[in-house]
């Protein structure tokens, strides 16, 4: 079963090196969705739990859970065009202690995660807010400073997906 799963961003990435008539931002649109569906379904059949909202799974019984679909980051924004160049997609586990607030920063390219454990709030300058729980996901904003903060007594852990493009940055910190 797993096999299915993986081997569908395989075969996108692998026509395209052979020339295949897709475009670059075609693949990218097709591979990211397809990595991330890839570790939610991987995540959801080892780690989940009903009680906390996660999805049983019988032995021989797939199950997909969308998670979220959007075109606007959390704050209600557009999701800007994707960057040219050669796309580079990077996977995160971010691990953020209980009372920790992470320094203020923006992303320049398309992200989304999913919280696992414990709680997060993510404030942007604007005074816009978004609260998190285990299980929830986020479409995060893009050229957007902003920063989160752990107000639960337990870590927080969240898989962020990246999509921009060989040699870019995927944070920038706000220098002090």
Known sequence: MSRA???SPLAVTANYRKGHPMTKQTTRILLVPALILFLLFYSATVQAAPEAGGITVAEKTPVVK????SSQSWNGEALPAYPQGQPEIRILRIGIPAGARLETHSHPVINA???LTGELTVVALDGKTLHLKAG???VE???TLHYGINEGKVPAE???FYAGTVGAPVTVVKPR
């Open 136 to 138: 929830d996901p986020i």
């Open 113 to 115: 995660g999913v919280l």
């Open 141 to 143: 904003v893009v050229n």
């Open 66 to 69: 969308e998670l979220v679909k």
């Open 158 to 160: 969240i898989i962020v």
């Open 5 to 7: 799963i993986c081997a």
